[in-house]
């Protein structure tokens, strides 16, 4: 009988890990801002569309920002009011964790 519930104890425990796992994920500042500003031509996971493949995303947070302001493509410029330079940060980081 105890064996019963300790493997039911820790099934639990996994979906439970799992289930706050999966919310964390869901709420990366990075990845809801990327939602609104880039996936329309980069694609939800960075995988392009419209626009370039993003991943794996090896660039600078600078380099970024610098390719966002003032693009050397048919990318619209995004200006600060638009995006801010926390905001690039956080889309920078979003894309680092996707492989």
């Given at each position: 009988m105890n064996?019963?519930?300790a493997v039911f104890g820790g099934l639990v425990l996994m979906m439970s890990v799992c289930t706050w796992t999966i919310g964390r994920a869901a709420?990366?500042?990075g990845q809801r801002v990327y939602a609104d500003k880039c996936s329309r031509c980069h694609g939800p996971?960075?995988?392009g569309a419209q626009g370039p493949t993003l991943v794996?995303?090896?660039w600078s947070y600078e380099?970024?920002?610098q390719q966002?302001?003032?693009p050397l493509c048919d990318?619209?410029?995004f200006r600060e009011k638009e995006l801010s330079d926390a905001q690039v940060a956080q889309?920078?980081?979003f894309l680092k964790t996707i492989k």
């Amino acid at each position: 009988m105890n064996a019963k519930r300790a493997v039911f104890g820790g099934l639990v425990l996994m979906m439970s890990v799992c289930t706050w796992t999966i919310g964390r994920a869901a709420e990366d500042p990075g990845q809801r801002v990327y939602a609104d500003k880039c996936s329309r031509c980069h694609g939800p996971e960075g995988q392009g569309a419209q626009g370039p493949t993003l991943v794996p995303f090896t660039w600078s947070y600078e380099k970024a920002l610098q390719q966002i302001r003032n693009p050397l493509c048919d990318m619209p410029a995004f200006r600060e009011k638009e995006l801010s330079d926390a905001q690039v940060a956080q889309i920078v980081t979003f894309l680092k964790t996707i492989k």
